[in-house]
């Protein structure tokens, strides 16, 4: 399974690399990661969407996460990727406008692994 973690934190990708890393040995996941929501449609768009899952981070400079899950939503429809918010703010305005736009789940920082990995398991 082919995985985008977005986020404007850079620490994240050590993180889910530790994380992930017998996941990753096996070959059973691939993360690749984008620090901006232009970056990650420029992913996107020159990795032929090839990505399965999509996390994103709402709160982050420029373009927000939840602006980028509109646009990954209008543009990229075949195969439509799974894409789940992740936020710090576990407010209600977050997760509805999230949900209006079309996310797949919702989760909270600190991301708890053990779910998640349980989440991706029902993905693929």
Do not use: C, W
């Amino acid at each position: 399974m082919k995985v985008l973690v977005v986020d404007d934190e850079k620490d994240i990708k050590v993180l889910f690399e530790q994380r992930f890393r017998k996941e990753m040995r096996n070959g059973e996941i691939e993360l690749s990661f984008a620090f901006s929501g232009e970056e990650a449609l420029n992913f996107l768009h020159n990795h032929d969407q090839e990505a399965v899952l999509i996390l994103s981070d709402i709160n982050m400079p420029g373009m927000s996460g939840l602006e980028l899950l509109r646009r990954i939503k209008e543009e990229h429809h075949v195969p439509p990727p799974v894409v789940m918010m992740i936020t710090a703010y576990g407010d209600a305005d977050n997760y509805k406008t999230a949900m209006s736009l079309g996310a797949d789940d919702f989760l909270t920082k600190p991301v708890d692994f053990v779910s998640l990995k349980e989440k991706l398991k029902a993905i693929s």
